[in-house]
Nanobody, 121 residues
């Protein structure tokens, strides 16, 4: 059994900062990529940032220069530091981890439960 636990969402004023965390736990054999997606009301879920097992990163154009993704492999945890937040960043943020569970032969994607980020004055 694998679980992802997210934390760090909330309400922040424009220009403020938040840090999201997502910890993977359970019967994990290996983790490949870890990432964050967001979904605003009425819109599709979109990639925000991704970090690979070799620490290469990918960012959506809308967050480049403002957000930073990082991981602590020893803790199976991925972080998203969000700075200079804008109202359009308001969404539910989901972590996504590509991992291989113990006793399985292939990698599959697991999703967190989502955490609400609201940017408003």
């Amino acid at each position: 059994q694998v679980q992802l636990e997210e934390s760090g969402g909330g309400l922040v004023q424009p220009g403020g900062s938040l840090r999201l965390s997502c910890a993977a736990s359970g019967s994990i054999a290996s983790i490949n990529s870890m990432g964050w997606y967001h979904q605003a009301p009425g819109k599709q879920r979109e990639l925000v940032a991704l970090i690979t097992s070799s620490d290469s990163t990918i960012y959506a154009d809308s967050v480049k220069g403002r957000f930073a993704i990082s991981r602590d492999s020893a803790k199976n945890t991925v972080y998203l530091q969000m700075n200079s937040l804008k109202p359009e960043d308001t969404a539910v943020y989901y972590c996504n981890v590509l991992l291989k569970a113990v006793g399985t032969a292939s990698y599959r994607a697991y999703w967190g439960q989502g955490t609400q980020v609201t940017v408003s004055s």
